[in-house]
């Protein structure tokens, strides 16, 4: 506390000195503070921070470096890489003039500028939403504005060096630029603005043998036309009589940062928090500023905390395990020392009602399913131009489309008007609160990976700074780890490829506990990738980030762990298209994922089966269907392949190709609700002759998606690991049926029955349970007298499915 409130009377003191020389009358047009990681990718986004969205992209001529505050652009050159031969619209192939113009469209081979945003090149994949400069107020003319940034003075190239050009274009085939550039002999700025034909020299001090930073501003009064130059906040110079128009808009216009529209003239130095604004910022001299990019307050001063990992193989959990009264569900072996004659098998959830169809429109297959304060059932999920859509229930069968006020496309159920694809789960933060108490982690417009904050899942705000700088090609699944304090989110991959060459999607998990910074990624070499090659089957064009050409960042690559990849298990040419993955709501130490599993018809395997590929058969590229995996730890997991837990085949009949689980599950009562997008075309469909998408409900037991069963024909035992518990009574979750049966037994320290709590001396458990106490035939069912002691139970069982345990107080 004492921290906040001395950093709150800083800045106090800070903005009072600062704004007696600063006017109140101007609008920030934009503001680059460059404060992405060092080792960012060409082709990454580097960000705007004002209210205007005017991103930029990093070039082959560009380096992220340490700053005056965070970090800084400088515009050096990346050591050379050998270029894989590749597809034009991801600038692989080089590519001669064009009749009539003077200079070669942009691909990997020329990309050489530092920072550039552009409305031409329109050979390349472009997804990020570049503006037209010439149509904004970064078009510089005939209004009061300011321009001013930091510098470190470096390289002393002995030519001019460029800080901003914006063009008409098309880039380098003519004048039509305004340009501010500082001279060969780092003394004098010279601003070029061609609809004057005016070259502006702006005398300043030598930065010839300077290696601090310096703020550096210049300031245009229309009405005077003065412009006024500052260093460090000292009136250097004043240039007078001076004329500035707009340039005209250009359908190809384009602004560099740092080198000019043909990748010369490398600024001689460090460029940081790059502002432009539309008025008079100073009107007198000043103290330089402190970073535009004011302190956090939106930090979480503690994560709420879970009970440690019971089973943490990373700690290699010693025995007794201190159970203490957490439920635990037999997912897998992790607490069985001895089983014979049982499985753990799938219990797929019952196929129930549609609850949404005859949709009109665009409609995403990748659903989040949520619970909200008010216990209401929402699904989200990505409609018209990839804006997000809501619709929500009372009963979690019949769903409305809100009407949330603002209409886009005759909808009017929109709760992000941005193109985001529903590209990850709304979820609430139980770290959240107010603004903050919804989260959404998403792709947005292909630039990168956001943060959304929202008080209620329905308004939302977008967190200016990428969380991740990388492109997101579908859902990313994010859960909260209460046991391990931190958030995780899968993201897919498509960087291996199947032995016939074929895309094989994969997974890479992210884990952070701050959500309001950039994750940090390990940043690879083309050595590097070559290396990993070596040991992966791995895709070109390497290095991935190439992967999406000059203007679009590259998708995920192997800069953070990898996970969920096929298995010997798996047929060849079957690929993990999304995770799903969440951790489980109802017990700790479970983590449950719903891998979306795609079998290729294209490519891999024998000619049989990729006939099914064939045009004339009017299929499609495969069916998917819904798998389960499971982990007590949220990091290695088990993968069940069969029974598939939402398989394809016919539903209220419709013959499904296509099964996608939703994120998320809803509890009611001894039920687990889950939902699923079905639809009866394969994946890529040849033909599509009706819109006959559905959304169904899917009903589980409680706690029942996996479960040790036990034969019908005979009695089967299975024996836990040593541990300890706290409570007064045994509860199972238990099924029979009618003629099954099973008894449980407590073992001492050295593997002897208990005395009156045998296996033998267990009555029968008989019926189908969601919770019964278990009960001996002269004990009862009072064991408190065997709390704290290192113990171990016995199940002896006969045509039964246990699904969970729990010792509780009653």
Known sequence: MKKLIAKFLFWIIIISNYSLAQSNSYK?????????????????????????????????????????FGNALQPIE?????????????????????????????????ANFCALMTSGEKHLRKEIGFVQPTKTRLNLGSFDWTVEFWFKPSNKTGNDGVVFEIGSGPRGENDKITSLMLNSDLKTFIIRNQPTNNIIRINSISFSVKTEWFHVSFVYSSKDRIIYHYVDGKL?????NVTIKPLPVGEEDYMSIGRDGLWKYPLQGTLDELRFCEGQVYTSEFNPPESFVKPSDKQILELVKGPPLLFDKSLNSKLPFNLNSRKHLFIDDSFISEMNDV??????????????????????????????????????NGIHDDYMGVRVSKDGINFESPDLGKEYRRQKNIVIHEPVGGMGNPFIDPNGSGDEKWKFISGYHSRGVYLYTSPDGFKWKREKMALIPFRSGTQSCTFYDDQRQVYVTTHRTGIMHTPAFATQRST???????????????????????????????????????????????DFGLEFPNSFNPDEADPVGTDIYITKAIKYPYAPDTYLSFPIIFFHYENDGPPTRTELMNPERKLGEGPIETQIAVSRDGQNWKRYYRPAYVGIGMHEGIDMKTAYIAQGMVRRGD?????????????????????????????????????????YEKEAVVKTKPFTFEGNRLTLNIDTDAAGYAQVGFLDEYGNPVEG??????????????????????????????QGKTLQLVFRMRGSKL???QFKNQ
């Open 343 to 380: 499985s753990f098998n799938v219990n797929p959830p019952k196929k129930a009602e549609l609850v949404i169809g005859n949709i009109q429109g665009q409609f995403r297959k990748h659903l989040t399913v949520v619970e909200d304060e008010e216990g209401l059932i929402r699904i989200y």
């Open 757 to 786: 709590f045998s296996v033998d001396d267990c009555i029968y458990i008989n019926g189908d349970f969601i919770e019964t106490e278990i009960e001996w035939l002269n004990k009862g069912k009072d064991i408190s007298s065997l």
């Open 508 to 554: 890479v998990v992210t884990e952070t506990s701050d959500l309001y910074s950039p994750i940090q990624f390990n940043p690879l070499t083309q050595e590097d990738y070559h290396e990993l090659d070596k040991k992966l089957p791995l895709r070109e064009p390497l290095p991935w980030w190439l992967d999406n050409g000059p203007l679009t960042p590259g």
């Open 803 to 805: 699904y969970s345990m």
């Open 78 to 110: 990346l050591p050379g890489i050998k270029l894989p031969h590749g597809e034009v619209e991801f600038g692989l192939e080089k590519i001669p003039k064009q009749k009539g113009r003077k200079v070669e469209p942009l691909t990997w081979y020329n």
């Open 236 to 240: 250097i110079s004043s240039t007078k």
């Open 671 to 711: 039920e687990i609700w889950q939902y699923y997008f079905g639809e009866p075309y394969y994946h890529s469909a040849y033909i599509k002759t009706d819109k006959r998408i559905s959304v169904y409900r899917l009903v589980q037991r409680l706690d029942g998606f996996i479960s040790i069963d036990s034969p």
């Open 28 to 68: 920030v047009i934009s503001l680059w503070c460059f404060d992405e990681q060092i080792g960012l990718y060409p082709s990454s986004v580097l960000e705007n921070l004002s209210d205007n969205d005017y991103p930029l992209v990093l070039g082959l001529g560009g380096q992220i470096v340490p700053g005056k």
